[in-house]
């Protein structure tokens, strides 16, 4: 079965602070993942996909097929990263994407 | 281009009522997906378009629930009769090409509260 996981529901760190959003997946074969952000009052939009290897507003994300795993990294924690943060693969029929139920992401000062 | 509108952003109703939410893809776009949003299963695909045509409904809960694309910039999710259980926030995203681009054209969200 085709599943994102995402452990964490919040997490809490300072500024300055590095910063990891944990993701899971379930998949046969070569999965596409993404990561897309919610801010505040802001529309759903995609931050970064794993098959361009972007960093994108200091975010990286590395897909690790051993572990079924494309954590978010950033190193360096801004206030203006707390955000809503999912996880998404692109499901087994190319029809659409699987969001997993998202992280809440709280940087504060 | 003012992105993907869905209307109503707020919509207040008693169980039993029908509810029909609506939605304009961005135009050139000739795929569109309607999600549901809860705190407790997260953002969960109802249903996928492609040029007007559904292509995926697998995840429409019931018969309540039904879609339309009559044609390439209007959309509907209709549920009725609807019941407190359909509470959620209700999204439109649209994009070029599908799903397999990864990127999907969000809407601001139509918040259903089934009182």
């Known amino acids: 079965a085709q599943r994102v996981t995402q452990p964490e529901k919040l997490l809490s760190v300072f500024k300055g602070a590095p910063v990891e959003l944990k993701c899971n997946y379930s998949?046969?074969?070569?999965?596409?993942l993404f990561w897309y952000v919610q801010y505040s009052r802001q529309r759903l939009q995609l931050l970064l996909r794993?098959?361009s290897r972007e960093s994108i507003k200091g975010f990286t994300a590395d897909l690790n097929k051993g572990e079924t795993s494309f954590h978010l990294k950033k190193p360096f924690a801004q206030e203006e990263d707390s955000a809503m943060y999912y996880c998404?693969?692109?499901?087994?029929?190319?029809?659409?994407?699987?969001f997993g139920k998202g992280t809440t992401l709280s940087v504060s000062s | 281009d003012a992105g993907v509108i869905q209307s109503p952003r707020h919509e207040v109703t008693e169980m039993g009522q029908e509810v029909t939410l609506r939605c304009k893809p961005i135009?050139?776009?000739?795929?569109l997906f309607w999600y549901r949003q809860t705190m407790m299963r997260g953002l969960e695909l109802l249903i996928y378009?492609?040029?007007?045509?559904?292509?995926?409904d697998s995840g429409m809960p019931e018969d309540r629930f039904s879609a339309k694309m009559p044609n390439a910039s209007f959309s509907t999710l209709k549920i009725q009769p609807s019941e407190p259980r359909d509470s959620a926030v209700y999204f439109c995203?649209?994009?070029?090409?599908?799903?397999?681009?990864?990127?999907?054209?969000f809407g601001e969200g139509s918040r259903l509260t089934v009182l």
């Open positions: 135009s050139g776009h000739n795929s």
């Open positions: 995203a649209s994009s070029r090409g599908g799903a397999g681009t990864g990127e999907l054209f």
């Open positions: 794993h098959i």
């Open positions: 998949y046969s074969g070569s999965p596409e």
């Open positions: 378009f492609n040029n007007n045509v559904p292509i995926d």
């Open positions: 998404a693969l692109v499901n087994q029929a190319g029809t659409a994407l699987i």
